[in-house]
């Protein structure tokens, strides 16, 4: 706890001299906006340097954990510099507008990136047994396989056609991709004990014989919700990067631009 | 279709310990010396032909005076024979050492409290002699001669040297003979064995009582003296790992395996000794209802009982002891009598300052469950051990990409393992305190860095007979198919795959530590020594 505070702190302490050199500027009749955009894409500078730390593992330049609190903490001084830079106002032509969305989109896809990364890892031991999100689908095959086996002995040792048609109505679309994903991030178990209802509202069509069988599809059914809850929270924790480094390029691409323009059409020196 | 490429099947002897076989006229003349002289040939199989073993698998040393053989805190498992000249034994007593266990505080002030009724301990007279019972022992060898043995212990063990030891004589030659070849010698020949195992009966006690904090202040003559009332005993098996993988858990799935283990001595017992633990692992566990609780463990240079002694040496009668110790895997324990320790030792104890080790097992573990995970999967073997603390661990692979981008594209590890609570325990290789991996390699190609005591695989005179990756009880070396530089498959006469040994080698000889472990951007993964439960413990504990 004592690292958060004394990050927080130093966060803080670089956010408020931002604010003091930017009144420094403005008593001195001079236009802050160089400074701070040059403050500001220092800051991005920082975040990116995190990116290439990781892309080279054999570099002595610290632990990827203390890049990573850094870039964590930077986007913080970063994202108030940016609000300082754009002096809290909403942009006002298509370019800006731009520029403003990608900022936005890359801020706010890291502050809920890193709030999962958080938060997510403590509910995939909850229950059910991790797994590795590239062997998933090979487990839910295997369990698709199971069930359907199980749907067909059904008939001729049960003498039921209720397992079956259960399982072409019901089981076989359940297991044949993840399901119920939303409910699963929601941390919802509503899915699962529906699915359970019907399976033992089942067993007075089937009577003694058939509720083996139905025992044995229970499990299944819970063993698949387990990967879906695997699938899901795994997912998320990938998916919400596909949005914040595609984001973040063109995002440097668009501010190397901004810069140039700036120049191009400043009036001399700020 | 891939691509291959036919070579030969690399075989145990295409690359002899030296650099060139030992010479057949040589191996005549180390064969008549006396230490071979009852080895028969007739007792090695044709394959294995003892003058075979004696060429490849052993080298010739030569020395000036002074030179080093190896040093004290060296690894190795080579044996070595003085064939001309003389070798010199010498070591720095032991200093206080960092006990391997996982122990709570609150008790060790318990012990202390009690030490502070006992009063300031004086100094013991080395004049005090006890009588020994009139087994001779070589205690303290200060020289090897011709034709003497050193280096029994660490080969047997895979420990750390005790001694260094340097050539004592203008021209000292030696013969160096490699574990794989000394593996051979002990199973084909009862003579060569019964031998080994005096030797290293008798110096494992001389080592253990000169090491022992409790003991290595007392003077040469009077270790000796203590030496000859002591007993040595070996619990368990050396090969633990076969049995423990294929009995203990098959039978168990590792739910009640401390019943499978030896018992060294039964809780409530009378204490007529010290244990002094030389090698090994043993479990210290106390009576709950009808199981046993474990409350620690212990490794080489800890003790058992002292407390128990302690406390009798201001009571009338003998005590009994409050737990139980059992061997895990096998233990190697020094038995020295309850006089010895009162006469030499109790008065020596500093006022409420015990080193650590002394006091193992005083305190219940601060995480029961912890202590339960690590010792019955005998994790706290594991010096390096990957622990990932699942509620940080966001399934990046950055760990397993470091690994490979610094390794040839081939990662040593498979992130995944047993969990308990939120600690995973990876299939990453541990650098066990006692690696049993290398106890059957053929060709030494899996031996432990002299200094660093990483264990590493050796990829030049590694045959791909996986016996390594057989004897691992954590399954944590797998068994890759070689390609050449172009990328294809190398396939022998036969058709089938080149396989090599590959494990993790904790990143040695690239600067900056395991890869693995800088590349985790949540600090989710460390390479901890398990034996060290409080470090495992606030680290888990400490979550960001």
Redesign the interface.
């Known amino acids: 706890m004592g690292g958060v505070f004394r990050n927080v702190a130093i966060t803080g302490a670089g956010i408020a001299i931002l604010y003091w050199l930017v009144g420094l500027y403005d008593t001195a009749l001079r236009d802050p906006r160089f400074m701070d955009g040059w403050i500001l894409l220092a800051g991005i500078a920082v975040q990116l340097a995190f990116h290439f730390r990781k892309r080279r593992p054999e570099s002595r330049a610290g632990q990827v954990s203390s890049w990573m609190t850094i870039h964590i903490y930077a986007g913080y001084f970063v994202i108030a510099a940016f609000l300082v830079h754009t002096d809290f106002a909403m942009p006002d032509s298509l370019f800006e507008w731009s520029l403003w969305a990608l900022f936005v989109l890359v801020a706010l896809s890291g502050v809920v990136g890193a709030y999962l990364s958080r938060t997510i890892p403590g509910k995939l031991d909850q229950g059910a047994t991790r797994v590795t999100l590239e062997s998933i689908p090979a487990m839910r095959f295997k369990l698709a396989g199971e069930v359907d086996a199980l749907a067909l002995d059904s008939v001729d040792t049960v003498g039921s056609q209720a397992i079956s048609e259960f399982y072409v109505d019901r089981l076989r679309g359940y297991f044949r991709r993840p399901r119920n994903l939303l409910a699963h991030l929601r941390g919802s178990r509503r899915p699962l004990t529906r699915i359970c209802n019907e399976i033992d509202n089942l067993e007075r069509y089937v009577g003694e014989p058939g509720t083996d069988t139905l025992d044995s599809i229970k499990g299944l059914v819970v063993a698949k919700n387990d990967l879906d809850i695997q699938y899901a929270h795994q997912g998320l924790l990938q998916a919400w990067l596909f949005l914040h480094i595609p984001a973040t390029y063109c995002l440097i691409v668009l501010s190397v631009f901004h810069v140039a323009i700036v120049y191009a059409y400043s009036s001399g020196a700020p | 279709m891939a691509r291959v490429q036919l070579v030969k099947r690399p075989r145990r002897w295409d690359e002899p310990f030296g650099r060139a076989r030992v010479p057949a006229t040589l191996v005549d003349s180390i064969l008549a010396r006396s230490v071979f002289r009852d080895v028969e040939e007739k007792d090695f199989p044709d394959d294995l032909a003892l003058r075979d073993i004696i060429a490849n698998d052993a080298r010739i040393l030569k020395l000036a005076r002074g030179e080093v053989v190896f040093a004290q805190g060296d690894f190795g498992t080579s044996l070595y024979l003085v064939l001309n000249g003389s070798a010199r034994r010498s070591s720095v007593p032991a200093s206080r050492r960092t006990s391997k266990r996982g122990l709570a505080e609150e008790q060790k002030s318990r012990f202390r409290r009690l030490l502070a009724t006992i009063g300031r301990g004086s100094k013991p007279n080395d004049s005090d002699a006890v009588c020994a019972n009139g087994v001779e022992l070589e205690f303290p060898k200060a020289q090897f001669r011709r034709n003497q043995i050193f280096g029994v212990v660490e080969a047997l063990t895979r420990s750390a040297r005790a001694a260094t030891v340097t050539a004592n004589a203008h021209e000292t030659i030696l013969l160096e003979i490699r574990w794989p070849g000394m593996r051979e010698l002990l199973h084909w020949s009862d003579n060569f064995r019964d031998r080994i195992e005096r030797l290293y009966r008798q110096r494992s006690l001389e080592i253990g009582l000169s090491e022992s904090p409790l003991l290595g202040h007392l003077g040469h003559d009077t270790l000796r003296t203590i030496a000859g009332d002591c007993a040595f005993e070996t619990h368990g098996s050396f090969d633990w790992t076969h049995r423990y993988q294929r009995e203990v858990v098959a039978e168990s799935g590792g739910a009640a395996i401390g019943a499978h283990e030896p018992v060294i001595l039964e809780q409530d017992h009378y204490l007529d000794d010290l244990l002094l633990i030389r090698s090994g692992f043993a479990r210290v566990t106390e009576k709950l209802d009808r199981g046993e609780r474990t409350l620690g463990y212990l490794g080489g240079g800890d003790t058992f009982g002292l407390t128990e002694i302690v406390e009798s040496s201001y009571g009338a009668r003998l005590q009994r002891s409050q737990r139980c110790l059992r061997a895990i895997g096998y233990a190697d324990v020094i038995r020295v009598p309850v006089n010895i320790v009162k006469k030499f030792v109790v008065p020596t104890l500093p006022l409420g300052t015990l080193p650590d080790s002394m006091l193992l097992a005083e305190q219940p573990a601060a995480d029961q469950s912890l202590l339960d995970f690590s010792v019955d999967n005998r994790f706290v073997n594991g010096t390096k051990a990957m622990a990932i603390d699942?509620?940080?661990?966001?399934?990046?692979d950055?760990c397993v990409?470091?690994c490979a981008?610094?390794h040839n594209n081939i990662p040593r590890f498979v992130?995944?393992g047993p969990?308990h609570d939120?600690l995973?325990v990876a299939h990453a290789c541990m650098h066990c305190a006692d690696p049993v991996c290398l106890a059957d390699c053929p060709t030494g190609a899996i031996h432990r860095d002299a200094t660093s005591g990483t264990v590493i695989i050796d990829e030049k005179n590694c045959i791909g007979c996986a016996s390594c990756a057989s004897a691992c009880p954590y399954d944590n070396i797998r068994m890759e198919e070689v390609r050449n530089p172009d990328g294809a498959f190398q396939i022998d006469e036969d058709g089938a795959h080149i396989l090599r040994a590959t494990k993790c080698d904790l990143c040695s000889g690239?600067?900056?530590g395991p890869?693995c472990?800088?590349?985790?951007?949540?600090?989710?993964l460390i390479r901890v020594d398990v034996g060290d439960l409080k470090t495992l413990s606030d680290w888990l504990d400490n979550a960001?």
Request: proline share 7%; net charge positive.
């Open positions: 699942t509620t940080r661990c966001v399934n990046c950055d990409r470091a981008s610094t992130r995944h969990i939120k995973m690239q600067s900056g890869a472990q800088r590349a985790c951007p949540h600090d989710a960001p």
